[in-house]
């Protein structure tokens, strides 16, 4: 059974930075893919960011070049930092691993795993 646990939220300003991380208990992490999600209060779930085990990362289009994604394969942790925050990324971000070989998505459906979660707010 794999687990996820994230850390690293907290309350900032807008314009302000964050970053989050993901300790992941997978043998396998370094050839999965994992994405970073989150979700506001009465929406849905969202993708943010996904990495594949080569490192290649993909963006939702409201990151803007405002956030990143990283992997440490050897410590088999995911890390988000997120710079240029804005009220409308209040959230709780998950970090998820994918359930087959591929990386390609955002979408949420694919990914597994959720952690508990760690919050982010933006005042």
């Known amino acids: 059974h794999v687990q996820l646990v994230e850390s690293g939220g907290g309350s900032v300003q807008a314009g302000g930075s964050l970053r989050l991380s993901c300790a992941s208990s997978?043998?396998?992490?370094?050839?999965?893919?994992m994405g970073w999600f989150r979700q506001a209060p009465g929406k849905e779930r969202e993708g943010v960011a996904i990495i594949d085990g080569a490192g290649r990362r993909t963006y939702a289009d409201f990151v803007s070049g405002r956030f990143t994604i990283s992997r440490d394969n050897a410590r088999k942790t995911l890390t988000l930092q997120m710079d240029k925050l804005t009220p409308e990324d209040t959230a709780m971000y998950y970090c998820?691993?994918?359930?087959?070989?591929?990386?390609?998505?955002?979408?949420?459906?694919?990914?597994?795993?959720w952690g508990q979660g760690t919050q982010v707010t933006v005042s």
């Open positions: 997978e043998p396998a992490f370094s050839r999965r893919c």
């Open positions: 998820a691993r994918r359930r087959d070989g591929y990386c390609y998505s955002l979408e949420s459906l694919a990914f597994g795993g």
